[in-house]
T-cell receptor, first 113, second 114 residues
Framework: NAGVTQTPKFQVLKTGQSMTLQCAQD?????MYWYRQDPGMGLRLIYY???????DKGEVPNGYNVSRLNKREFSLRLESAAPSQTSVYFC????????????FGPGTRLLVL | AQKITQTQPGMFVQEKEAVTLDCTYD???????LFWYKQPSSGEMIFLIY??????QNATEGRYSLNFQKARKSANLVISASQLGDSAMYFC???????????FGKGTKLTVNP
């Protein structure tokens, strides 16, 4: 079991460029999430998907779009990157049940110049 | 208003000693869950322990235990017998009942000294 995987690990973009961050999980989880982590901050939720075919906004959705491609994959797209989007991005998935613990991928470091 | 507050930006502990990392939360929902995650310098987020609001006993997982004081709305993480590998950022998080969203505190940086 790989758990939650993310690609790429690191990316440098110029302002205005677009890119898609990929996330996949092999734990058969229904829910998936995208967070960003900025220096000195905890994680903030960008978007989440409670099930295949559904997506909802989190705390900081502006400037991002998401696609739940199937049960395994959840991608995050930056259409026109801005320096304020320089951050570490984490994907997570959660089990169904009492706890619904979220398990995280290794993160993607994004630098927007 | 902050839903999760971690008041200790940094903590130091000697190897083999116990340490308590503070977390207070704010919710009016009677059903909620509290989580602790560890983030080592390598960057990944590692789940440590969970406490449900209706759980009668404090959660324990190996050297980790959660000191859950519901009336005070606190969920402090206790690490016993600290090891050098425990040096990391520690985040407290809460999910309110019926919500998919996990809200994180700003974290505490723990340094374990030899």
């Amino acid at each position: 079991n790989a758990g939650v995987t993310q690609t790429p690990k690191f990316q440098v973009l110029k302002t205005g460029q677009s890119m898609t961050l990929q996330c996949a999980q092999d734990m058969n989880h229904n829910s998936m999430y995208w967070y960003r982590q900025d220096p000195g901050m905890g994680l903030r939720l960008i978007y989440y998907s409670a099930s295949e075919g559904t997506t909802d906004k989190g705390e900081v959705p502006n400037g991002y779009n998401v696609s739940r491609l199937n049960k395994r994959e959840f991608s995050l797209r930056l259409e026109s990157a801005a320096p304020s989007q320089t951050s570490v991005y984490f994907c997570a998935s959660s089990e169904i049940g009492r706890q619904e613990t979220q398990y995280f991928g290794p993160g993607t470091r994004l630098l927007v110049l | 208003a902050q839903k999760i507050t971690q008041t200790q930006p940094g903590m130091f502990v000697q190897e083999k000693e116990a340490v308590t990392l503070d977390c207070t939360y704010d919710t009016s929902d009677p059903s909620y869950g509290l989580f602790w995650y560890k983030q080592p310098s390598s960057g990944e987020m590692i789940f440590l322990i969970y406490q449900g609001s209706y759980d009668q006993q404090n959660a324990t997982e190996g050297r980790y235990s959660l000191n859950f004081q519901k009336a005070r709305k606190s969920a402090n993480l206790v690490i016993s017998a600290s090891q050098l590998g425990d040096s990391a950022m520690y985040f407290c998080a809460m999910r309110e009942g019926g919500s998919e969203k996990l809200v994180f505190g700003k974290g505490t940086k723990l340094t374990v000294n030899p």
